[in-house]
């Protein structure tokens, strides 16, 4: 009787032993699945923003897979960003000519100095840029006139 009762706790044991390691399996499976999905998820959005699409590039598999309301949102975000670009970009503009005049009024240059500045459309100007065209122009009035009392 004692084989027979040492057997069956033998057997219980066994048995809550497999248990444990299938339900820690499981376990294991579930935040594996999880963790798949959003290692996915953050890669593509990742893709998205650091590498820029072009108009010639074919759709990739994650893009296809995309719902229209994403696919919609995507396509108002990266008109935003065109948008706010070209706005940069402007400005880069806008301020390296500024620059440019100043350096070529540091040059003793104020003739180039003054071609740099005509380069630059006064009426889009914000009032940061007006107060620095302003000052820019007149250093090379203030030049220009000390080059023709000489």
């Excluded at 006064?122 to 080059?147: A, F």
């Amino acid at each position: 009787m004692d084989k027979q009762k040492n057997k069956n706790s033998q057997n219980r044991s066994m048995f809550l032993y497999t248990a444990l390691i299938f339900a820690v399996a499981l376990v294991f499976i579930i935040l594996a699945f999880f963790g798949q999905t959003n290692i996915s998820n953050l890669r593509r959005s990742a893709d998205l923003a650091t590498s820029p699409v072009a108009a010639s590039e074919e759709p990739d598999q994650t893009t296809v897979t995309e719902s229209p309301e994403e696919l919609a949102r995507l396509g108002n975000a990266v008109s935003a960003l065109e948008a706010e670009n070209s706005s940069l970009k402007k400005d880069i503009e806008v301020y390296s000519a500024l620059i440019n005049a100043n350096a070529r009024i540091s040059e003793n240059n104020p003739e180039e100095a003054a071609a740099e500045l005509e380069k630059v459309n006064y009426d889009l100007l914000s009032s940061e840029e007006k107060m620095l065209y302003e000052q820019t122009s007149k250093r090379i009035d203030e030049k220009l006139n000390k080059g023709e009392e000489k």
